[in-house]
C-alpha cells in the first residue's frame, strides 16, 4: 500500500493569502508530481520534480511554485491565491525508470473565496 | 501528441451486471498504460497496468483490461459489478518524455440495485 500524506485535505481561503500544500512520501521514491484536477475534469500535471534540487513545470501552465529540499517533502506553494485557484490538487510519487507506477495521495481540495 | 479518450463520460448499470468502460489513446511510441479508480473525496488508486507482454491484465477488486494496438484501445471490463465499484474511473498513458501520466477525463461508474 503506498504511503503518501497530502494535507491538509480541505482548505477554505481569502483572496491573496499565501498558501502552502503539504506532500509527503515515506517509500524513498525519487519522483514526485503535482496534478490539478477540477471537478469532471481530468488530471493536468503542474509540477514535477525528479530528485532534491530538481523541479521543473508540468504541461499546465500555473502560479505555483515548489520545492525539493528532502526526498520525502514536495510542498506547493501559491504566493497569493485568487478565485481562479480553487481546485483539487493531487500529489503522487514513483521510483526511477520509465514503467514505474505513480501512487498517490488522498488530495487536497483548495477553495478560494 | 498523445492523448487519451474515454468514450463514456457516465456509465450506470445495475448489480451483478457486467460492464464495460472504454478508453482509447493515441501514440507514436511504446505505450504504457494505466487505469486509476476515484472514489469520492479521495486519491487515485491504480487497478492495474500494462507496460508489455500479455494483452490481458489483471488487476484488483475483478477487473481486467485488454490491450488491442490495432484499435489503440484499452478497456476496462469487469463481469459482475457491485455497488462499491461505483467510483470515477480514469485512463492514462505515460506521456513520451515519461515524465508525467496523460489522463482521460475520466467514466463515472454508477452501479444500483
Known amino acids: 500500500e503506498a504511503d503518501i500524506y497530502q494535507t491538509p485535505r480541505y482548505l477554505v481561503i481569502g483572496t491573496g493569502k499565501k498558501i502552502t500544500l503539504e506532500c509527503s512520501q515515506t517509500?524513498?521514491?525519487?519522483?514526485m508530481y503535482w496534478y490539478q484536477q477540477d471537478p469532471g475534469m481530468e488530471l493536468h500535471l503542474i509540477h514535477y520534480?525528479?530528485?532534491?534540487?530538481?523541479?521543473e513545470k508540468g504541461d499546465l501552465s500555473s502560479e505555483s511554485t515548489v520545492s525539493r529540499i528532502r526526498t520525502e517533502h514536495f510542498p506547493l506553494t501559491l504566493e497569493s491565491a485568487r478565485p481562479s485557484h480553487t481546485s483539487q490538487y493531487l500529489c503522487a510519487s514513483s521510483s526511477r525508470g520509465r514503467t514505474d507506477t505513480q501512487y498517490f495521495g488522498p488530495g487536497t481540495r483548495l477553495t478560494v473565496l | 501528441a498523445q492523448s487519451v479518450t474515454q468514450l463514456d463520460s457516465q456509465v450506470p448499470v445495475f448489480e451483478e451486471a457486467p460492464v464495460e468502460l472504454r478508453c482509447n489513446y493515441s501514440s507514436s511510441v511504446s505505450v504504457y498504460l494505466f487505469w486509476y479508480v476515484q472514489y469520492p473525496n479521495q486519491g487515485l488508486q491504480l487497478l492495474l497496468k500494462?507496460?508489455?507482454?500479455?494483452?490481458l491484465v489483471k488487476g484488483i477488486n475483478g477487473f481486467e483490461a485488454e490491450f488491442n494496438k490495432s484499435q489503440t484501445s484499452f478497456h476496462l471490463r469487469k463481469p459482475s459489478v457491485h455497488i462499491s465499484d461505483t467510483a470515477e474511473y480514469f485512463c492514462?498513458?505515460?506521456?513520451?518524455?515519461?515524465?508525467?501520466?496523460?489522463f482521460g477525463k475520466g467514466t463515472t461508474l454508477s452501479v444500483s440495485s
Open positions: 517509500m524513498g521514491h525519487d519522483k
Open positions: 500494462y507496460l508489455s507482454g500479455s494483452t
Open positions: 520534480s525528479y530528485g532534491v534540487n530538481s523541479t
Open positions: 492514462a498513458v505515460r506521456n513520451q518524455a515519461g515524465t508525467a501520466l496523460i
